[in-house]
């Protein structure tokens, strides 16, 4: 029997700065992931455009301006409405709660699916806050 080699420092420094590793990996994975899952992309409408065929089905994130007069209310619930990014338009049915920020000409980030007739159909609504704050009369 091989009597038992008291530790040095040394190799309690070693497992120290292993122990220590170890958790700075961790902690930078957990904030990795945190930051890619908290990212938010979403395609303009010439990227959608670009897509073409292979768009239809898919579950999307857009990012667009309504455009101005087309916000109707349909007695189904349903709102319909086009966004546009200055070149594009794309018509857009909606069956949710309407943000209080959403109205003409404001940017709007739809998630949903584009169907084979061309609409939108989407299932989340954020309605992005103005630039500018006015107070109301």
Do not use: H, W
Request: net charge positive; charged share 15%; glycine share 14%.
């Amino acid at each position: 029997m091989t009597p038992a080699l008291p530790q040095t420092a040394f190799f309690r420094r070693r497992r120290f700065l292993i122990a220590a590793l170890i958790v700075v990996a961790a902690i930078g994975a957990l904030i990795y992931i945190g930051v890619r899952g908290g990212s938010v992309y979403y395609m303009t409408l010439a990227e959608l455009k670009a897509k073409g065929d292979t768009a239809y089905g898919d579950k999307i994130r857009l990012g667009a301006t309504v455009v101005d007069g087309s916000i109707q209310s349909g007695a189904d619930g349903v709102t319909r409405f086009v966004v546009t990014d200055g070149a594009n338009t794309l018509p857009v049915s909606y069956g949710g709660g309407l943000p209080s920020t959403f109205q003409d000409g404001a940017g709007v980030v739809l998630q949903g699916k584009l169907t084979s007739s061309g609409t939108f159909e989407a299932s989340s609504l954020l309605a992005k806050c103005p630039s500018k704050y006015e107070p109301g009369e």
